[in-house]
């Protein structure tokens, strides 16, 4: 069984500091990541993924996440944040392999950025 | 424009009775997922349907049924044997040809049971 811990439940931080939001997960065999963001009261929207090569993916908004097998983590960052960048933040972990299509969601964490 | 409508948005009821809550999707995605969202829960998920007339329970399935007749829809009822149905409601979809399982959510429902 695969699983996703977030670190932080909350992360509060000043507009323009740097962030990284904390995601490790456990799995026996190799693994597709994924990170979403959710505004209030809406679904979740994709942010960037991991599926193979390399290990630093970008997304169009300024965060990129590295994928690091020796620590099975994947964290997120992003070096100056925005107001808008306020939004809870989750973490998800899938087999690359087999027919399962399920994703296994972290807890989420909740960025908040403050002027 | 392609996506994943749910309705309602917004839902009250009294205790007892069962709801309905609508998904559907115009991807043309053969998988599509119901997740339940509580404060400080993340996303647990409800039922699944990797194709038409076909479900697996997810980790909470307990008071909640689900069907799936066609591509385009998985209506998700929450039934009185859900002991705490109050909570935020999320459809996804995902295509499997692609091998990748990308999800796609909807705006979700809230449902409040008083």
């Known amino acids: 069984a695969q699983s996703v811990t977030q670190l932080d439940s909350q992360v509060p931080v000043f507009e323009e500091a740097p962030v990284e939001l904390r995601c490790n997960y456990s799995?026996?065999?190799?693994?597709?990541l994924f990170w979403y963001v959710q505004y209030p009261n809406q679904g979740l929207q994709l942010l960037l993924k991991?599926?193979?090569?390399?290990?630093l993916v970008e997304s169009i908004n300024g965060f990129e996440a590295e994928f690091n097998k020796s620590q099975t983590s994947f964290h997120l960052r992003k070096p100056s944040v925005h107001i808008s960048d306020t939004a809870e933040y989750f973490c998800?972990?899938?087999?690359?392999?087999?027919?399962?299509?399920?994703?296994?969601f972290g807890k989420g964490t909740l960025l908040t950025v403050n002027p | 424009d392609g996506g994943i409508t749910q309705s309602p948005k917004y839902l009250f009821r009294k205790e007892g009775q069962n709801v309905t809550l609508s998904c559907e999707q115009n991807?043309?995605?053969?998988?599509m997922y119901w997740y339940r969202q509580d404060p400080g829960q993340g996303l647990r998920l409800i039922y699944y349907?990797?194709?038409?007339?076909?479900?697996q329970k997810g980790d909470i399935a307990e008071g909640y049924s689900v069907s799936r007749e066609k591509k385009e829809s998985f209506p998700l009822t929450v039934t009185s044997a859900q002991k705490n149905p109050t909570a935020f409601y999320l459809c996804?979809?995902?295509?499997?040809?692609?091998?990748?399982?990308?999800?796609?959510f909807g705006e979700g429902s809230r449902l409040t049971v008083l």
């Open positions: 996804a979809s995902s295509s499997t040809s692609t091998g990748i399982g990308e999800l796609f």
């Open positions: 799995s026996s065999v190799s693994v597709y």
């Open positions: 991991y599926l193979s090569g390399s290990t």
């Open positions: 998800a972990v899938r087999n690359s392999g087999g027919s399962n299509y399920k994703l296994t």
């Open positions: 991807l043309n995605h053969d998988a």
């Open positions: 349907s990797q194709i038409v007339n076909d479900f």
